[in-house]
């Protein structure tokens, strides 16, 4: 593999450039791994995590070829199939974290952007502690960030670690001193993405090695971007076999006690499962790996060996990790109808799988209290009727699960499946429109600023959907994503005509807008 700095000779400094269509900056490598024979080990996995919402680096597939004796480049130059990829380093488009400078020495601008890795060092480096983990610096470099100007900001980052540590270890995962639950100092949504991606690439570096992290201002800390699975996927001896987890999948004091969390365990299921309708669904692991490989066909079929092999074992290898992860937690609950529109007094009957207690209901709400406690009602084999638009919500439960059975502690629970079936006219894009965006209103005015001292812009924001059709319709189901991210409620429904609203901060909204119809 290769560093690529692209160097403007005429002002002696770098040059961003932005080969075969990816954004604009100067620092590039050039990848390739003896370990990686299928050519698809970090694009695959990056892909993944780029549409399950987490930055990775972006890449693409080119065919390497090496003159150093001058002349044409001709097939005897030829070195294989490279991958063109980001580095990681702090911008706009790569880990947007805030830059740094030695006057950011208060809160809230001393509170990011800071990155940092579990990693071998770089060459002069030698590194921090934090959290009762050694971690090399990323951004700022080291040798900026240990200077006396930077004092202010190394001190205050080692801290924040040191608190969420101090919160994490503490009683009841909470920091004797300040009161603040981990939670409130790290992403734990980000956090068990990034988990996820390494754990299903059984990536031998994963937690000890390869292991970045970076903290937005005014934001938590995370773990991210992920890095460096060549040696995952079944390609080396440690991750051959798609069975079992790697080692202690909990490595390292921060993973095994926030697994003692039976929530955070719960959100790891959850999450899990809800990739598997999507992103990490059979189809789509197959369709990311046959749309990559057919850029690389050609090149690689006829120039390096058996490929096609190799293509074909991370096809087989990828299909079968999903299915064992599948198999390590309670099953999911089966409706035996879909979602949509039914008929007033039609019946739902529940099931799972391999059998367990199933626990529902039918107001939208988790069955599971928090804590792990029962909240819903038990689901006898009875059919459910339905009388009204309706959003069933179920989970399998075991009361009998105990660390010995399977590896995440103390959860009973299954993930959750939903049902939305409505008796009114179901909302689809031939009778909801989109009717008006607030984006990027004016700052708020002295007047709402007296309301609420903390309002920004961003409180403001609002988007209004309308029935445009001539009869009821049920919201039910329908989701505002990508940015807001909102559910209507299974009994939403709009009159003809009618409007609502969905916004940002209802606090906010009101005293500028009125008090109109919110979602």
């Given at each position: 593999?290769?560093?690529?700095?692209?160097?403007?000779?005429?002002?002696?400094?770098?040059?961003?450039?932005?080969?075969?269509?990816?954004?604009?900056?100067?620092?590039?490598?050039?990848?390739?791994?003896?370990?990686?024979?299928?050519?698809?080990?970090?694009?695959?996995?990056?892909?993944?995590?780029?549409?399950?919402?987490?930055?990775?680096?972006?890449?693409?597939?080119?065919?390497?070829?090496?003159?150093?004796?001058?002349?044409?480049?001709?097939?005897?130059?030829?070195?294989?199939?490279?991958?063109?990829?980001?580095?990681?380093?702090?911008?706009?488009?790569?880990?947007?974290?805030?830059?740094?400078?030695?006057?950011?020495?208060?809160?809230?601008?001393?509170?990011?952007?800071?990155?940092?890795?579990?990693?071998?060092?770089?060459?002069?480096?030698?590194?921090?502690?934090?959290?009762?983990?050694?971690?090399?610096?990323?951004?700022?470099?080291?040798?900026?960030?240990?200077?006396?100007?930077?004092?202010?900001?190394?001190?205050?980052?080692?801290?924040?670690?040191?608190?969420?540590?101090?919160?994490?270890?503490?009683?009841?995962?909470?920091?004797?001193?300040?009161?603040?639950?981990?939670?409130?100092?790290?992403?734990?949504?980000?956090?068990?993405?990034?988990?996820?991606?390494?754990?299903?690439?059984?990536?031998?570096?994963?937690?000890?090695l390869s292991t970045y992290m970076y903290k937005p201002r005014e934001g938590k800390f995370s773990f991210?971007?992920?890095?460096?699975?060549?040696?995952?996927?079944?390609?080396?001896?440690?991750?051959?076999?798609?069975?079992?987890?790697?080692?202690?999948?909990?490595?390292?004091?921060?993973?095994?006690?926030?697994?003692?969390?039976?929530?955070?365990?719960?959100?790891?299921?959850?999450?899990?499962?809800?990739?598997?309708?999507?992103?990490?669904?059979?189809?789509?692991?197959?369709?990311?790996?046959?749309?990559?490989?057919?850029?690389?066909?050609?090149?690689?079929?006829?120039?390096?060996?058996?490929?096609?092999?190799?293509?074909?074992?991370?096809?087989?290898?990828?299909?079968?990790?999903?299915?064992?992860?599948?198999?390590?937690?309670?099953?999911?609950?089966?409706?035996?109808?879909?979602?949509?529109?039914?008929?007033?007094?039609?019946?739902?009957?529940?099931?799972?799988?391999?059998?367990?207690?199933?626990?529902?209901?039918?107001?939208?709400?988790?069955?599971?209290?928090?804590?792990?406690?029962?909240?819903?009602?038990?689901?006898?084999?009875?059919?459910?009727?339905?009388?009204?638009?309706?959003?069933?919500?179920?989970?399998?439960?075991?009361?009998?699960?105990?660390?010995?059975?399977?590896?995440?502690?103390?959860?009973?629970?299954?993930?959750?499946?939903?049902?939305?079936?409505?008796?009114?006219?179901?909302?689809?894009?031939?009778?909801?429109?989109?009717?008006?965006?607030?984006?990027?209103?004016?700052?708020?005015?002295?007047?709402?600023?007296?309301?609420?001292?903390?309002?920004?812009?961003?409180?403001?924001?609002?988007?209004?959907?309308?029935?445009?059709?001539?009869?009821?319709?049920?919201?039910?189901?329908?989701?505002?994503?990508?940015?807001?991210?909102?559910?209507?409620?299974?009994?939403?429904?709009?009159?003809?005509?009618?409007?609502?609203?969905?916004?940002?901060?209802?606090?906010?909204?009101?005293?500028?807008?009125?008090?109109?119809?919110?979602?």
């Amino acid at each position: 593999s290769y560093t690529i700095e692209a160097w403007d000779d005429h002002i002696n400094d770098d040059d961003n450039i932005s080969p075969l269509g990816l954004p604009s900056e100067s620092d590039w490598i050039l990848y390739s791994s003896s370990f990686d024979k299928s050519k698809m080990n970090n694009t695959f996995i990056y892909e993944l995590a780029n549409q399950s919402g987490q930055y990775a680096v972006r890449t693409r597939h080119v065919a390497y070829f090496l003159n150093t004796g001058g002349g044409d480049v001709s097939m005897s130059d030829y070195k294989g199939v490279f991958v063109l990829m980001e580095k990681i380093k702090r911008g706009d488009d790569r880990v947007d974290v805030e830059e740094l400078d030695p006057t950011d020495n208060t809160e809230p601008d001393i509170s990011g952007g800071y990155m940092f890795k579990i990693d071998r060092a770089d060459p002069g480096d030698g590194g921090f502690s934090a959290g009762n983990t050694g971690m090399k610096w990323v951004y700022p470099k080291e040798a900026i960030i240990e200077t006396p100007a930077y004092d202010p900001q190394e001190q205050w980052i080692k801290n924040y670690i040191n608190e969420y540590y101090a919160a994490l270890t503490g009683p009841n995962f909470t920091n004797p001193s300040t009161g603040l639950h981990y939670s409130e100092y790290i992403d734990v949504a980000e956090s068990i993405d990034f988990h996820i991606l390494n754990e299903f690439g059984k990536n031998p570096d994963e937690f000890r090695l390869s292991t970045y992290m970076y903290k937005p201002r005014e934001g938590k800390f995370s773990f991210g971007p992920i890095w460096d699975f060549d040696r995952g996927l079944g390609f080396e001896n440690r991750s051959a076999n798609p069975v079992g987890w790697w080692q202690d999948f909990r490595w390292g004091q921060w993973w095994s006690r926030m697994f003692n969390d039976s929530e955070f365990s719960q959100a790891w299921i959850d999450r899990w499962f809800e990739l598997r309708q999507d992103v990490f669904s059979d189809a789509n692991l197959q369709s990311v790996i046959d749309t990559q490989a057919d850029i690389i066909d050609y090149t690689a079929q006829n120039r390096d060996g058996n490929w096609s092999t190799h293509r074909n074992n991370l096809k087989n290898w990828v299909a079968s990790r999903a299915t064992w992860m599948d198999s390590q937690f309670r099953p999911l609950t089966q409706f035996s109808k879909g979602d949509g529109q039914v008929v007033q007094g039609s019946t739902v009957t529940l099931s799972a799988v391999g059998g367990g207690a199933i626990y529902y209901t039918t107001d939208g709400s988790d069955p599971r209290a928090v804590g792990g406690g029962i909240h819903g009602q038990l689901y006898t084999g009875a059919p459910i009727t339905i009388n009204s638009n309706t959003k069933i919500t179920a989970r399998v439960y075991d009361a009998s699960a105990t660390p010995a059975q399977y590896c995440f502690s103390q959860v009973q629970w299954g993930a959750p499946t939903e049902l939305v079936v409505v008796t009114d006219t179901p909302a689809d894009a031939g009778n909801l429109a989109i009717t008006e965006i607030n984006y990027n209103p004016h700052d708020p005015t002295p007047g709402e600023l007296a309301v609420n001292a903390a309002f920004t812009s961003e409180d403001f924001e609002f988007i209004e959907v309308m029935n445009t059709s001539d009869s009821t319709i049920a919201l039910g189901g329908v989701k505002v994503v990508d940015g807001t991210e909102f559910e209507f409620d299974a009994d939403t429904t709009l009159l003809a005509g009618q409007p609502a609203v969905v916004v940002a901060e209802q606090a906010a909204f009101t005293p500028r807008s009125g008090a109109g119809p919110t979602g």
